[in-house]
């Protein structure tokens, strides 16, 4: 079982610029969560989906957007990048919509903003 | 809307020794989930331990346990017998109705040779 996975691994863009993160979900799990992490910071909740729907939603604009797909594996948009979206962005996988009792976590996209 | 605090930004712990980290949290639900996270440099989120909030038994693995105040809203982490494979940071999250995992800012733990 490979677990969580998410590419690329290391990103840099450039302010203005669109960006696409990658989760495919630990084998058998339906329900992929995102979160930003800024340095020094814990994770901070940007949405989850189920079903290949947003069903919960942090406090992020809208230049965040996602996608899941049939086969579950998600993707995390984010339009006209700013300096403060560079963080390492997290993909959580679960089973069920019951996300906070067996998340498995990636091992994160290092986004960084010039 | 929940909240969780960590107030120990760093930690360090002598290697055998014991060591306990901190976590409370505010919420008006009665039905939760709390857990404690490690992330090593490798990013990776691993979780440590987890405690349903309606079991009054403070949950145990291995050298890990937890001490859970629910009246108080504490929720400790202590690991015993400390190895050097332990230093990383630590986060504590709380899981509610809302179905994501709010987390705090994390304590950095050092264990010394």
């Known amino acids: 079982d490979a677990g969580v996975t998410q590419s690329p691994t290391h990103l840099i863009k450039t302010r203005g610029q669109q960006v696409t993160l990658r989760c495919s979900p630990k084998?058998?799990?339906?329900?992929v969560s995102w979160y930003q992490q800024a340095l020094g910071q814990g994770p901070q909740f940007i949405f989850q989906?189920?079903?290949?729907?947003?069903?919960q939603r942090g406090n992020f604009p809208d230049r965040f957007s996602g996608h899941q797909f049939p086969n579950y594996s998600s993707e995390l948009n984010v339009n006209a990048l700013l300096l403060g979206d560079s963080a390492l962005y997290l993909c959580?996988?679960?089973?069920?919509?019951?996300?906070?009792?067996?998340?498995?976590f990636g091992q994160g996209t290092r986004l960084t903003v010039v | 809307a929940q909240t969780v605090t960590q107030s120990q930004p760093e930690m360090s712990v002598q290697e055998a020794e014991t060591v306990t980290l901190s976590c409370t949290y505010d919420?008006?639900?009665?039905?939760?989930?709390l857990f404690w996270y490690k992330q090593p440099p490798s990013r990776q989120m691993i979780l440590v331990i987890r405690?349903?909030?309606?079991?009054?038994q403070n949950a145990t693995e291995n050298r890990f346990s937890v001490n859970f105040q629910k009246a108080a809203k504490s929720f400790s982490l202590k690991i015993s017998d400390s190895q050097l494979g332990d230093a990383a940071m630590y986060f504590c999250?709380?899981?509610?109705?809302?179905?994501?995992?709010?987390f705090g800012k994390g304590t950095k733990l050092s264990v010394k040779p």
């Open positions: 919420t008006s639900e009665s039905d939760y989930y």
């Open positions: 989906y189920y079903e290949e729907e947003e069903r």
């Open positions: 405690q349903e909030a309606y079991k009054q």
């Open positions: 959580a996988s679960s089973l069920s919509g019951r996300a906070w009792t067996e998340a498995f």
């Open positions: 999250a709380f899981g509610g109705s809302q179905g994501n995992l709010i």
């Open positions: 084998s058998g799990h339906d329900t």
